[in-house]
């Protein structure tokens, strides 16, 4: 599903405009979610699962002869809950 479908649906589901939910998701990104990933806190989505940002190795490595480093960094994981079913 793309953002545009996503903004579609839930347009559809709140009886708005496009732009009114596209606003909203936004919002929700960039206001809520994000920040509290960037603070290191975990981001419970219900009936979909756990949000959160954990540490990665340095990675070293060569190819075609050429060593390289990947720096350590950070990513966002996300676990499934157990009561999510397709």
Same mark, same amino acid.
């Given at each position: 599903? *793309?953002?545009?479908? $996503?903004? &579609?649906? %839930? &347009? =559809?589901? $709140?009886? +708005? *405009?496009?732009? =009114? #939910?596209?606003?909203?998701? =936004?919002? %929700? ?5 994000? !920040? #509290?990933?960037? &603070?290191?806190?975990?981001?419970? $989505? !219900?009936?979909?699962?756990? $949000?959160?940002?954990? #540490? *990665? ?5 060569? *190819?075609?002869?050429? +060593?390289?480093?990947? !720096? #350590? ?7 499934? +809950? ?5």
């Amino acid at each position: 599903m *793309t953002k545009k479908e $996503l903004v &579609a649906k %839930l &347009a =559809e589901k $709140l009886d +708005s *405009t496009k732009v =009114e #939910a596209e606003g909203i998701l =936004e919002l %929700l990104f960039s206001e809520i979610i994000i !920040p #509290a990933l960037k &603070a290191g806190d975990e981001v419970v $989505l !219900p009936e979909l699962g756990k $949000l959160k940002v954990r #540490a *990665t190795k340095e990675r070293k490595g060569v *190819t075609n002869g050429k +060593s390289w480093v990947k !720096p #350590a960094g950070k990513k966002v994981t996300l676990k499934v +809950s157990s009561t999510f079913e397709i």
